[in-house]
């Protein structure tokens, strides 16, 4: 019923005209659904179906305007069910009564979402938490859809362009994988624990902690945060505190998340982001979260600062190397599109650069030209809009492209420092022994060629006491970089070994072969460049 509903509607249009390259905006006509009736419809459906409106609430690059303020409020608006089940689900889970569990436990829901429902309560010890209680019979119910919903996705997938295009069967096992995620609530009591320890380091910003001993697969209690909104602050409030003070420290917060860390929230929607009463900002709701590798983390961070100075072409070079092409991938197409939207980023007010924006941006234009992007980009994108939002609510100056310019530089040396920790370098001294030691053979080989006169080299002027100076100065240089090689994996070895005899606190033999290494090194290199200098401005003869 729903795709017959809107599958005439303008709305349907608009996406078939957006797959197509139209990025033309149709309004919504007399008789056609109401954006409104979208969310209804989707909140009727069931717990799966309000995600999916959740999901498409924040893909701005898809849905027109109207459409995405009306999906907005499926996001915390939601139909609690009775308390009589809660009961039910609490004892049947921790296994105790909730009038035994906790001295107080407030009946009427403190928040509703599609999964869960949320009740404000106390620990016997007067410790005040929340507790989250998913919806009865979900999983199965979820299970259901999501046979139907594969179905549709694998019909669009083979006979439609629009599915061929944007991969709706991949798209919706992503969603799966995800939505199954947030249904494991031991999970998400570990992801606030991982979280609150990794922005330790940033005062103003809140991380409430689970209670495990009160914790379940389908059942999750945490500290009570007392404050509000972001989206409820009142102008007085907002008057009373330092905005960018805030703004700036939660999206150094997140660059932090995503490009050192490798683990990040991903939702942070107004919904779930609070004003705490101390004024900190209170980050809830880590059901969805993202991870991301140490490769994909350089190449965001190169993608995030190209985007920020509006390097249309670095930007594209970029996406070109993390994503998937498929067979009708237009390159032109989308090096002009994409290279042409980031570059007039440069020329935007403040109040128009945003990088999250040209995240989704750029991965609809992927889309439109047959470039499949990794799920991980598009992820940070919408975490990075629905971020930005918040960010000019607390500060409506807030700039983000300038906070990746300004923090850059503090990401890079973090990372370089979390790089040289005692197992990377003796993973690196191991590969420089394996590569030293297998380096003579090699060699050998090379010089039995030489030797057995099986090497052939093709010159136009043979000269063979020429050709014989080359290689012994080839020779000589590899066995200067033997020695300076096992001088430095035999300091590091020494190392570890105490002695009376130290410099520089380090043990003083060990010392002397890195000094010895470092001197040797710099006069192979100065030899090189100066041996390459005088070959560059030799006369002609």
Same mark, same amino acid.
């Given at each position: 019923?729903?795709?017959?509903?809107?599958?005439?509607?303008?709305?349907?249009?608009?996406?078939?005209?957006?797959?197509?390259?139209?990025?033309?905006?149709?309004?919504?006509?007399?008789?056609?659904?109401?954006?409104?009736?979208?969310?209804?419809?989707?909140?009727?459906?069931?717990?799966?179906?309000?995600?999916?409106?959740?999901?498409?609430?924040?893909?701005?690059?898809?849905?027109?305007?109207?459409?995405?303020?009306?999906?907005?409020?499926?996001?915390?608006?939601?139909?609690?069910?009775?308390?009589?089940?809660?009961?039910?689900?609490?004892?049947?889970?921790?296994?105790?009564?909730?009038?035994?569990?906790?001295?107080?436990?407030?009946?009427?829901?403190?928040?509703?979402?599609?999964?869960?429902?949320?009740?404000?309560?106390?620990?016997?010890?007067?410790?005040?938490?929340?507790?989250?209680?998913?919806?009865?019979?979900?999983?199965?119910?979820?299970?259901?859809?999501?046979?139907?919903?594969?179905?549709?996705?694998?019909?669009?997938?083979?006979?439609?362009?629009?599915?061929?295009?944007?991969?709706?069967?991949?798209?919706?096992?992503?969603?799966?994988?995800?939505?199954?995620?947030?249904?494991?609530?031991?999970?998400?009591?570990?992801?606030?624990?991982?979280?609150?320890?990794?922005?330790?380091?940033?005062? $103003?910003?809140?991380?409430?902690?689970?209670?495990?001993?009160?914790?379940?697969?389908?059942?999750?209690?945490?500290?009570?945060?007392?404050?509000?909104?972001?989206?409820?602050?009142?102008?007085?409030?907002?008057?009373?505190?330092?905005?960018?003070?805030?703004?700036?420290?939660?999206?150094?917060?997140?660059?932090?998340?995503?490009?050192?860390?490798?683990?990040? $929230?991903?939702?942070?929607?107004?919904?779930?982001?609070?004003?705490?009463?101390?004024?900190?900002?209170?980050?809830?709701?880590?059901?969805?979260?993202?991870?991301?590798?140490?490769?994909?983390?350089?190449?965001?961070?190169?993608?995030?600062?190209?985007?920020?100075?509006?390097?249309?072409?670095?930007?594209?070079?970029?996406?070109?190397?993390?994503?998937?092409?498929?067979?009708?991938?237009?390159?032109?197409?989308?090096?002009?599109?994409?290279?042409?939207?980031?570059?007039?980023?440069?020329?935007?007010?403040?109040?128009?650069?945003?990088?999250?924006?040209?995240?989704?941006?750029?991965?609809?234009?992927?889309?439109?030209?047959?470039?499949?992007?990794?799920?991980?980009?598009?992820?940070?994108?919408?975490?990075?809009?629905?971020?930005?939002?918040?960010?000019?609510?607390?500060?409506?100056?807030?700039?983000?492209?300038?906070?990746?310019?300004?923090?850059?530089?503090?990401?890079?040396?973090?990372?370089?420092?979390?790089?040289?920790?005692?197992?990377?370098?003796?993973?690196?001294?191991?590969?420089?022994?394996?590569?030293?030691?297998?380096?003579?053979?090699?060699?050998?080989?090379?010089?039995?060629?030489?030797?057995?006169?099986?090497?052939?080299?093709?010159?136009?002027?043979?000269?063979?006491?020429?050709?014989?100076?080359?290689?012994?100065?080839?020779?000589?240089?590899?066995?200067?970089?033997?020695?300076?090689?096992?001088?430095?994996?035999?300091?590091?070895?020494?190392?570890?070994?105490?002695?009376?005899?130290?410099?520089?606190?380090?043990?003083?033999?060990?010392?002397?072969?890195?000094?010895?290494?470092?001197?040797?090194?710099?006069?192979?290199?100065?030899?090189?460049?100066?041996?390459?200098?005088?070959?560059?401005?030799?006369?002609?003869?």
């Amino acid at each position: 019923m729903l795709f017959w509903k809107y599958g005439t509607s303008d709305l349907a249009k608009e996406f078939a005209n957006d797959a197509a390259g139209d990025e033309k905006i149709l309004p919504v006509k007399p008789g056609q659904p109401a954006p409104e009736e979208l969310a209804d419809d989707l909140e009727k459906m069931g717990p799966t179906f309000i995600k999916f409106g959740q999901l498409l609430s924040s893909r701005a690059d898809l849905l027109p305007e109207s459409y995405l303020k009306a999906l907005a409020r499926l996001q915390d608006k939601v139909k609690p069910f009775p308390y009589e089940q809660v009961e039910e689900i609490i004892a049947s889970e921790l296994g105790i009564r909730i009038s035994k569990a906790f001295s107080y436990f407030e009946e009427k829901h403190l928040a509703a979402a599609s999964l869960g429902q949320v009740h404000r309560a106390a620990l016997r010890d007067g410790r005040p938490v929340v507790v989250k209680v998913q919806r009865p019979d979900i999983r199965k119910q979820i299970a259901e859809d999501f046979e139907v919903l594969e179905e549709i996705a694998d019909f669009f997938d083979e006979h439609t362009d629009i599915g061929k295009r944007y991969r709706f069967g991949k798209i919706l096992a992503e969603f799966k994988t995800s939505i199954l995620q947030e249904l494991d609530y031991q999970r998400e009591a570990s992801n606030l624990t991982t979280l609150a320890n990794n922005l330790k380091e940033f005062p $103003h910003i809140l991380v409430p902690l689970p209670v495990l001993d009160y914790s379940s697969r389908s059942v999750l209690t945490m500290d009570y945060v007392s404050g509000a909104k972001i989206t409820a602050l009142s102008p007085v409030v907002k008057l009373d505190i330092n905005g960018d003070v805030l703004a700036e420290e939660l999206f150094k917060a997140y660059l932090k998340q995503v490009l050192i860390d490798g683990f990040f $929230h991903a939702d942070p929607h107004p919904g779930n982001v609070f004003l705490t009463d101390d004024g900190r900002v209170a980050l809830l709701d880590l059901g969805m979260t993202g991870r991301l590798s140490s490769a994909m983390q350089e190449n965001l961070l190169r993608l995030l600062l190209a985007i920020s100075e509006g390097n249309g072409d670095e930007t594209v070079k970029i996406i070109l190397r993390i994503s998937e092409t498929t067979d009708d991938f237009d390159d032109g197409e989308f090096t002009k599109k994409a290279g042409a939207f980031v570059s007039e980023q440069r020329d935007q007010t403040l109040n128009h650069q945003d990088v999250g924006k040209a995240l989704m941006e750029v991965s609809r234009t992927a889309a439109q030209t047959g470039l499949y992007v990794p799920t991980e980009l598009t992820l940070l994108g919408k975490t990075l809009l629905q971020l930005e939002e918040v960010g000019k609510t607390l500060c409506p100056t807030f700039n983000p492209n300038a906070s990746v310019r300004r923090n850059v530089a503090e990401i890079m040396t973090t990372r370089m420092r979390k790089a040289a920790t005692p197992g990377h370098l003796f993973g690196s001294f191991l590969e420089m022994k394996d590569f030293v030691g297998g380096l003579p053979g090699r060699v050998n080989k090379i010089l039995d060629v030489v030797g057995n006169s099986e090497l052939e080299v093709n010159v136009k002027t043979p000269d063979a006491r020429h050709l014989l100076n080359g290689f012994e100065k080839i020779a000589n240089r590899v066995t200067t970089g033997i020695i300076l090689a096992a001088l430095i994996v035999g300091a590091a070895l020494m190392m570890r070994i105490n002695s009376s005899f130290q410099i520089f606190g380090y043990p003083g033999i060990a010392m002397i072969c890195f000094l010895i290494a470092i001197g040797g090194s710099a006069w192979l290199v100065l030899g090189i460049l100066w041996k390459d200098y005088k070959d560059k401005h030799k006369p002609k003869e």
